[in-house]
């Protein structure tokens, strides 16, 4: 079985500063990490992936996301958070067998001006 | 390509009445998710297909919500009789096959409200 949790439903940064979401999974298998955002009135859209390999994944708007292993961790971070940024985002784990993706709850992130 | 594409975007209708949402996946994705999203119970996944095969419904909440999938590049989500409590944003995502190492693509979304 697989689970996400993510830290905080709400997240508010001051433009410029540094953004942190925090994301732990729980798997049994070897697992595939993934975040991603929702824009108002919108579906979900990749920000990044961690299938094998590098452990420190870059994506899209300068987002990026380290895989810890022995900390089952796999936060976002972005150095500065600008205005745009403000959306709802989604860690998110799949493996084994299927093509499920188990999504955890979101955190809504909010840039202060 | 034009993505996943989703109708209608917005569905209003009342207390029982027979509600149909439509989905195109993406050309050449095999594998076809129908999620709910709402504020209170977040991204539910309800139903996902493989190669047009229903491979876990377990997610479907119940009898009166039915999916099918009659070719790779459609599929129905109906719910009969609707209810107010089926109010939600209706996600149709879609994927190439890869135990999961895939992503899935999203459509833009059905705003279903029961009245």
């Known amino acids: 079985a697989q689970s996400v949790t993510q830290l905080g439903s709400h997240v508010s940064v001051s433009e410029g500063a540094l953004v942190l979401l925090r994301c732990n999974y729980s798997?049994?298998?070897?697992?595939?990490l993934f975040w991603y955002v929702q824009y108002p009135n919108q579906g979900l859209q990749l920000l990044l992936k961690?299938?094998?390999?590098?452990?420190l994944v870059k994506g899209i708007n300068g987002f990026e996301a380290e895989f810890k292993k022995s900390e089952t961790s796999f936060h976002l971070t972005k150095p500065s958070a600008h205005m745009s940024d403000a959306a709802e985002y989604f860690c998110?784990?799949?493996?084994?067998?299927?093509?499920?993706?188990?999504f955890g709850k979101g955190t809504r992130l909010h840039i202060l001006p | 390509d034009a993505g996943v594409i989703q109708s209608p975007r917005h569905e209003v209708t009342e207390m029982g009445q027979e509600v149909t949402l439509r989905c195109k996946p993406i050309?050449?994705?095999?594998?076809l998710f129908w999620y709910r999203q709402t504020m209170m119970r977040g991204l539910e996944l309800l139903i996902y297909?493989?190669?047009?095969?229903?491979?876990?419904d377990s997610g479907m909440p119940e009898d009166r919500f039915s999916a099918k999938m009659p070719n790779a590049s459609f599929s129905t989500l109906k719910i009969q009789p609707s209810e107010p409590r089926d109010s939600a944003v209706y996600f149709c995502?879609?994927?190439?096959?890869?135990?999961?190492?895939?992503?899935?693509?999203f459509g833009p979304g059905t705003r279903l409200t029961v009245l």
């Open positions: 995502a879609s994927s190439l096959p890869s135990g999961g190492a895939n992503e899935q693509f």
């Open positions: 961690y299938t094998t390999g590098a452990t």
């Open positions: 050309s050449g994705h095999n594998s």
């Open positions: 297909f493989n190669n047009n095969v229903p491979i876990d």
């Open positions: 998110a784990v799949s493996g084994g067998r299927d093509d499920k993706i188990i």
């Open positions: 798997s049994s298998v070897p697992p595939y």
